[in-house]
């Protein structure tokens, strides 16, 4: 069954650092999202794309996050000078198609180590 | 915040049926309600999502009211790879997923 899959399963950084989390999504699908979840706390959304744009992000993502498709496969979400806040499981999800009927699957997680 | 509601924990005997039951009373006409679990940290797992009629698949049933106001999730026979946290999700936007607080359940032996 195809998978959304993500790279690393645990990354940890300095404060200040950037890091750059990757996703491969279902490779038939055209909608992809970010979305993070601190530890203990809810699945929030963070950012989709679609067509090569931005296409809905949260107050979470400001300036200090981007998103990425570099080529035909990956999806990234860079975030440029990481938090200690940032701490968090990042998932990136995929969709077949932008509509109200909307299945998302969800990768394995990176969980984010901001010391 | 979270335009669903859901009892924050559950528990379940191995083998019986698990019903979990959400209120979404703001849900609009062309909405569909989504139903994820997520066990231990991994990802959220798509289960089941419906708009007006009850649907059945491998994994579940749903069971959704008329009024649409609320629904169910009948997991028929509860095993103990079922304990997780069970999410009815909304959508908001144009296709991004709240996710409330979800119920915990867990299967006992």
């Known amino acids: 069954e195809p998978e959304v899959t993500q790279t690393p399963s645990h990354q940890v950084t300095q404060m200040g650092q950037e890091v750059i989390l990757r996703c491969v999504p279902i490779?038939?699908?055209?909608?992809f999202y970010w979305y993070r979840q601190i530890l203990g706390q809810k699945v929030e959304f963070l950012v989709s794309f679609y067509n090569n744009e931005i296409s809905e992000k949260s107050e979470i993502f400001d300036d200090q996050f981007s998103v990425e498709r570099p080529d035909g496969s990956n999806f990234t979400l860079k975030i440029r000078s990481t938090k200690l806040e940032d701490s968090a499981m990042y998932f990136c999800?995929?969709?077949?198609?932008?509509?109200?009927?909307?299945?998302?699957?969800f990768g394995a997680g990176t969980r984010l180590s901001v010391l | 915040d979270a335009k669903t509601t859901q009892p924050p924990s559950m528990d379940c005997a191995e083998g019986r049926a698990a019903n979990l039951p959400c209120n979404h009373s703001?849900?609009?006409?062309?909405?569909?309600v989504y139903w994820y679990r997520q066990i231990h940290s991994q990802g959220p797992q798509y289960i089941i999502h419906?708009?007006?009629n009850n649907e059945t698949n491998e994994m579940a049933s749903l069971i959704i009211t008329e009024d649409r106001k609320s629904s169910t999730l009948i997991l028929p026979h509860a095993t103990l790879r079922d304990t997780a946290v069970y999410y009815c999700v909304d959508q908001t936007g144009a296709n991004n997923l709240f996710f409330g607080t979800g119920t915990r359940l867990t299967v006992i032996p």
């Open positions: 490779s038939n699908h055209l909608y």
């Open positions: 999800a995929s969709s077949e198609r932008p509509s109200r009927r909307n299945i998302q699957y």
């Open positions: 419906g708009l007006k």
């Open positions: 703001t849900i609009s006409g062309n909405e569909y």
